[in-house]
């Protein structure tokens, strides 16, 4: 069986942000110590299967404020002929690459090619590059991680990071900050319909590192440098501890092994891409 189910034992750790005492942190160690890595170009068969070759691009991607769209309009303004491949040739304007969804939201434009839809950076596999993300070879033209280049909601893939308000009985309050698998409910009612999805499939989990290894640069952007370093050391002890919600379903399938922070011999892991490696 490819994709495990959505419910499934995990184990937490929540622990007061060392940069924010306001902030308590609640993290998924099940996720973050599983083997997931992005397997597009290598197995991913889209969550349409109308467009197997676009990933997860074929939506397009909502903007997360103002100040998101702002950033990833002034890399937009750095593209070429020689990264996008859909560039305009000649100055780039809002309207080539924005749209407003039918709730009126924005996000980068989407188009149909040879019959399969993905977001207008969504470079194809004609391409002198190949298929794959304009920002992100931006990226690595710059020597910047994709994070700095991408929308939002495209490096946080496959995180998902999300706020709540807590109480406690003495009346004292606390803001929790979640950090765990961006799965097919992040996606709303419409995740369940999605044909094929890659965090909870055991296609996807065959990476030698652990999540919170390979997305350091993503985890440290999400929760601060001092809370990501304070996630260390509990993911490493949790993998030591060899518990049975050590591992993630999808990850007992494979077969692949879990691996602690103190085993990876290199400080600044990467993920595969069909791209030049980006600095991440």
């Known amino acids: 069986m490819p994709e495990v189910d959505l419910?499934?034992?995990?184990?937490?750790?929540?622990?007061?942000?060392?940069?924010?005492?306001?902030?308590?942190?609640?993290?998924?160690?099940?996720?973050?110590?599983?083997?997931?890595?992005?397997?597009?170009?290598?197995?991913?068969?889209?969550?349409?299967?109308?467009?197997?070759?676009?990933?997860?691009?074929?939506?397009?991607?909502?903007?997360?404020?103002?100040?998101?769209?702002?950033?990833?309009a002034d890399h937009v303004g750095m593209l070429d002929e020689t990264l996008w491949q859909f560039h305009p040739g000649r100055k780039v304007k809002k309207k080539d690459w924005v749209e407003t969804d039918a709730e009126g939201d924005r996000k980068t434009l989407t188009h149909e090619v040879d019959g399969q839809s993905a977001c207008v950076f969504h470079n194809r596999s004609d391409f002198h590059l190949g298929a794959g993300c304009a920002l992100h070879a931006l990226a690595f033209v710059l020597e910047k991680n994709p994070l700095e280049t991408k929308p939002d909601v495209c490096w946080q893939l496959p995180l998902r990071r999300t706020f709540r308000e807590v109480e406690r009985q003495d009346g004292s309050s606390y803001t929790e900050v979640s950090i765990g698998e961006y799965d097919r409910r992040g996606w709303g009612p419409g995740g369940h319909d999605l044909d094929w999805y890659c965090s909870g499939n055991t296609e996807a989990h065959v990476a030698p590192?652990?999540?919170?290894?390979?997305?350091?640069?993503?985890?440290?952007?999400?929760?601060?440098?001092?809370?990501?370093?304070?996630?260390?050391?509990?993911?490493?002890?949790h993998v030591a501890s060899r518990s049975a919600r050590a591992r993630h379903p999808a990850a007992r399938h494979t077969g692949a092994r879990a691996v602690g922070y103190l085993d990876v011999k290199t400080s600044a892991p990467r993920r595969r891409s069909r791209y030049p490696r980006c600095s991440e």
């Open 7 to 72: 419910v499934f034992p995990r184990a937490f750790v929540e622990f007061v942000n060392p940069a924010d005492e306001t902030e308590v942190m609640r993290c998924d160690l099940t996720w973050l110590t599983s083997s997931y890595r992005c397997i597009f170009g290598q197995g991913c068969k889209g969550i349409y299967d109308t467009s197997p070759d676009t990933g997860c691009c074929t939506l397009g991607a909502h903007f997360a404020d103002e100040d998101d769209e702002a950033r990833v």
């Open 209 to 237: 590192e652990p999540v919170y290894v390979t997305h350091e640069p993503e985890l440290v952007a999400l929760m601060g440098r001092a809370a990501y370093d304070e996630l260390v050391r509990h993911c490493d002890a």
